[in-house]
RNA sequence: GAUUCCGUAGCUCAGCUGGUAGAGCAAUACACUUUUAAUGUAUGGGCCCUGGGUUCGAAUCCCAGCGGGAUCACCA
């Protein structure tokens, strides 16, 4: 990037740091700064004289002559502190206090502190600093939002393009940004803990997959150099967990970080984290006190509370929930009654209330359809659907009452999905005919059918326990943990369309300086130009080079002399 | 994929039926020793997203593109 594009105020910052720079202050020292207190603790608990050292970002500075105020912002928050010209600066050279601190440090930079805990005649608790040092320089300026007295957020800064492109300058600026995150964090770390407790391990399965298996989804496709064969990124680790399940553990768990190949909205992201517990001996109706239990208890350890608004809604995760077969539920909300019904009687149904159907659609799709039109959308309370249709399901047991059905739920909640359940199928020969009718369905038309995977029959072969297995899809449970509608704000790093730009040209610090001197010169001699450096003639000439080829400096003849202009 | 809204200073935004750019904060300079959206005075800062078109003249109107948001559809 070349100087002449940056902004008045990256300008002005880049002199301040030569300036720093030319009164021996190292604007980047290496050493470490030996840090003993934080923001939020020294405000919470209040101790008037203590010595404490801090360090963080300074975003604002009240400057009154000889006294000036400052903010600064660590991990834990933002504290006041308070400099005093003539105890900085006892002597006669006052430039700390009036060049340094007024003039060359800006908002934005890492500055770390000593000094003594007070509180201001206005009783605002404060560092009283004796000694300052600047940490890093900050060359480009932070939006800063300000809040007034009655709380209200002037300048906020809330461009979602800006806030997910540069996401770090969102968390430095807007607090309740930073609290989301913490709280995914801690919703991580209730589920461990939740899941160690009761004697489960956690394991890592691959991402990179010869198989995409255990969902329906498009895939991303890759491919091994080495083994020359293509490779999938995985789309769900299902299968991976169960070969485990078949090797002897009792209850496995990841967190799963999957991708697929699909369309972005504000719930989904191509890369998103499920996680995946499997469990044996156990049946789909202990997994549902299993996962009333848990979600109680990651609400309470995220929020302190199990109720949770979510935009006009207010859900509560305390258990239990109500359970609802699938049949029940579409006769609650449609009077029409699925058992036994055939294809034809369901496809004229669903067309009868509304629902675009057509050939390629099976039962088990034409209930779906009818229940996700219909039904799905009225749960707002955390709410266990059973029983789904053994069509929609191909990894997931017979029920044990009903041989059209499976013994499965799906959790919804505020009308969607936050988690999906079984007892999973483990009988090897039901489970290849199932991946068969999966086959005959891709046939139809229907491109979203599992493949086959041959080794994961072979290991059902040798003898999988009975096992009942849930997902979770962690950046939907966390957006309804802290009220955010777009999966956006619940991940770091939203998947963004590339910043385009022109190519940049990126000089370097002689052909920078060629280029500033020839600004204000405008047209030179070439010989002339060349005696303001003292470089070597080959660094010269590709310098000169790589300025006239991208059009900055043109060089010219006049009679018998070489001339050079700026552009 | 469809519909719709948006893109102007570092940030948040004005800018009328076309006449060549505005505010607040931030920045710069000066003043000010407990302020707190500090204050007062002065000053500087713009490829008005990009490219075409209409026009004497375009930030403004038209077309296309790029980027983003929202809603819907599709998809777990």
Redesign the pocket.
């Known amino acids: 990037m070349s100087h002449s594009e940056l902004?008045?105020?990256?300008l002005?910052r880049r002199e301040?740091l030569q300036k720093l720079r030319d009164l021996g202050i190292d604007p980047y020292p290496a050493a470490l700064y030996p840090v003993d207190a934080f923001a939020a603790d020294i405000k919470a608990q209040f101790e008037d004289g203590k010595q404490v050292c801090l360090a963080g970002r300074m975003l604002?500075?009240?400057?009154?002559?000889?006294?000036s105020?400052a903010e600064i912002q660590d991990a834990s928050g933002r504290i006041?502190v308070?400099f005093?010209?003539?105890e900085l600066c006892p002597g006669e050279d006052k430039t700390l206090y009036n060049e340094v601190f007024?003039?060359l440090l800006?908002?934005g930079d890492f500055i770390g502190v000593r000094g003594v805990v007070?509180?201001?005649?206005?009783?605002?608790i404060?560092v009283?600093v004796t000694e300052f040092q600047l940490l890093s320089k900050s060359l480009?300026?932070?939006?800063?939002?300000?809040?007034?007295?009655s709380g209200?957020v002037?300048?906020?800064?809330?461009?979602?393009?800006?806030r997910?492109r540069q996401r770090y300058v969102d968390l430095v600026v807007n607090r309740h940004v930073k609290d989301v995150f913490i709280k995914r964090t801690k919703l991580f770390n209730a589920m461990r803990a939740f899941f160690n407790r009761a004697g489960y391990m956690e394991v890592e399965t691959p991402v990179l997959q010869a198989i995409p298996g255990g969902?329906?989804?498009?895939p991303f496709m890759t491919h091994h150099n080495a083994l020359d064969i293509p490779l999938y990124m995985r789309?769900a680790n299902e299968l991976y967990l169960k070969r485990l399940i078949v090797g002897g553990f009792d209850g496995v768990y990841e967190f799963s970080k999957?991708f697929?190949n699909?369309?972005m909205?504000?719930?989904?992201n191509p890369e998103f984290t499920a996680m995946e517990i499997y469990v044996a001996y156990k049946d789909y109706n202990w997994m549902m006190d299993f996962t009333e239990q848990l979600l109680e208890f990651c609400a309470l350890e995220v929020n302190g509370t199990t109720i949770a608004p979510f935009g006009d809604h207010t859900i509560d995760f305390k258990a239990p929930y109500k359970r609802v077969t699938m049949r029940q539920s579409i006769i609650d909300f449609t009077g029409f009654d699925i058992a036994g019904k055939t294809e034809d009687e369901l496809r004229a149904a669903a067309k009868g209330m509304g629902i675009?159907v057509d050939e390629t659609m099976g039962t088990g799709k034409l209930i779906d359809e009818i229940f996700?039109g219909k039904c799905?959308g009225n749960y707002i309370q955390p709410t266990f659907i059973t029983d789904y249709p053994k069509e929609m399901s191909p990894l997931c047991k017979v029920h044990r009452d009903d041989p059209s059905l499976t013994e499965r739920f799906?959790l919804m909640v505020c009308g969607?999905?936050v988690a999906?359940a079984y007892s999973e199928l483990n009988d090897p020969i039901d489970q290849r005919e199932r991946f068969e009718e999966q086959l005959k369905l891709q046939e139809r038309g229907d491109d979203?059918a599992m493949f086959i995977d041959q080794d994961f029959l072979r290991a059902l072969e040798y003898g999988m326990p009975p096992t009942s297995g849930l997902g979770i899809?962690m950046d939907r449970l966390i957006m309804y943990l802290t009220n955010n509608?777009?999966i956006?704000e619940v991940l770091f790093f939203?998947q963004?369309?590339p910043?385009?730009q022109?190519p940049k040209i990126v000089l370097n610090e002689t052909e920078t300086a060629i280029f500033e001197k020839m600004q204000s010169e405008k047209q030179l001699l070439l010989g002339e130009l060349r005696a303001h450096f003292e470089i070597s003639n080959k660094v010269w000439d590709t310098s000169l080079k790589t300025l006239t080829k991208n059009q900055l400096l043109t060089v010219f003849k006049e009679g018998d002399l070489l001339l050079v202009k700026l552009n």
């Open positions: 902004s008045e105020q990256e002005l301040s604002s500075q009240r400057i009154m002559g000889k006294a105020f006041q308070y005093n010209r003539d007024k003039k800006d908002l007070f509180k201001t005649q206005v009783g605002e404060s009283h480009r300026p932070l939006p800063l939002p300000k809040t007034d007295a209200v002037h300048d906020a800064f809330t461009d979602p393009e800006l997910y969902a329906s989804a498009k789309i999957n697929r699909e369309g909205d504000r719930t989904h675009e996700g799905e799906e969607k999905e999906n979203e899809g509608a777009s956006q939203p963004m369309r910043e385009t022109g």
